[in-house]
């Protein structure tokens, strides 16, 4: 089974509604003109792309996301409106071309070289230019994470996570600002913040959004017993996710 996570840009893009509202509160932070060029930094379906692109009317935007699935799910969002991307953002390279301001939602918790990330983000923003971000961080849906664990440490599902490397990395603020200094960011603030999410669609949601990396591992057979069991120990309905999200704020 693959480390990496896939994902369906057509199922993110129906059940994302909470990450884009979230996403939408995060844009309501950058300062724009509406003549600048921003990277949309893992801009998945494009919804929060969108709204960007709403906002820069005379500028430009650049969508760039690890997922071909995702980029095929923006582009049919967002035609011609913003220029699109497969890449993965730790070797980001736009050539000579330094963006005004970087925004992203939702993305950098499946990074786990945090370093490299940063890294490739100030080489890509001009100097003065704005990190804008939220991510999950540290105790981000610990919760539901530990349930999933329970569950796959039981048989059948042990045995095929035995070797897993979880994909996920969940920061903290003080070493997100340290790593952003270190990346050459002249000004860095991250904080946690506690937002909790119950979705509409409980085991849509779980199983797309929140435990798709899990699913990935095992064979379909035990696809829908291991959610079966997971949102089992959740209890509800409704089910509510314990979502904690990592904010970004910094000046290259």
């Not at 995060?26 to 969108?50: H, I, K, N, W």
């Not at 011609?80 to 005004?100: C, F, I, Q, S």
């Not at 048989?155 to 070493?175: L, M």
Request: with cysteine.
């Amino acid at each position: 089974m693959s480390h990496v996570r896939t994902w369906s840009g057509a199922a993110y893009d129906r059940l994302s509604g909470p990450m884009a509202e979230m996403g939408l509160e995060v844009l309501g932070r950058l300062p724009l003109r509406g003549d600048e060029t921003v990277l949309d930094a893992g801009c998945g379906s494009g919804r929060v792309t969108e709204a960007l692109a709403a906002r820069l009317e005379h500028g430009r935007v650049i969508g760039v996301d690890a997922s071909a699935s995702m980029i095929q799910a923006a582009r049919e969002r967002l035609g011609d409106r913003a220029e699109l991307r497969v890449a993965d953002l730790t070797a980001l390279d736009l050539g000579p071309e330094r963006v005004d301001a970087v925004l992203s939602t939702a993305t950098f918790h499946w990074i786990a070289d945090h370093d490299a990330l940063f890294a490739a983000l100030r080489r890509a923003l001009r100097d003065g230019g704005r990190l804008v971000a939220q991510c999950g961080g540290r105790g981000n849906i610990a919760s539901l994470h530990a349930v999933a664990e329970a569950v796959l440490a039981e048989e059948p599902f042990a045995a095929h996570v035995a070797d897993w490397r979880r994909p996920w990395h969940f920061a903290g603020p003080e070493e997100t600002e340290a790593r952003l200094r270190a990346a050459g960011f002249a000004e860095a603030h991250a904080w946690l913040e506690p937002r909790p999410v119950t979705p509409d669609d409980a085991r849509a949601f779980v199983a797309e959004v929140n435990l798709g990396a899990h699913l990935q591992q095992l064979p379909d057979a035990l696809r829908e017993p291991f959610l079966d069991a997971a949102l089992a120990r959740l209890g509800g309905p409704p089910v509510t996710i314990d979502y904690v999200r990592l904010n970004i704020d910094a000046i290259a």
